[in-house]
């Protein structure tokens, strides 16, 4: 989406647990329509067990994936 040495102006951030579907929805559209600014995307994966966090490093490389080991991390904050 962006190069490193670029300047970010717009950072995606997508929680999800066990979504693996909705994720592969959703950055592929990410992909597919890109903002006319420069961009970063990460997905939180809370501890999935449906291969969604595989599917992301496989499919979508220029995602910066943030594997949590703990399923109620968010309800923390």
Do not use: Q
């Amino acid at each position: 989406m962006s190069s490193p040495s670029t300047s970010i102006d717009i950072s995606v951030v997508i929680v999800g647990w066990n979504a693996e579907h909705y994720l592969e929805l959703c950055l592929e559209s990410l992909a597919k329509a890109p903002p006319r600014r420069s961009m970063e995307v990460f997905v939180v994966d809370n501890a999935s067990t449906d291969g969604s966090a595989e599917m992301i490093e496989s499919k979508f490389p220029w995602v910066k994936l943030i594997r949590s080991n703990a399923r109620d991390a968010t309800s923390r904050w």
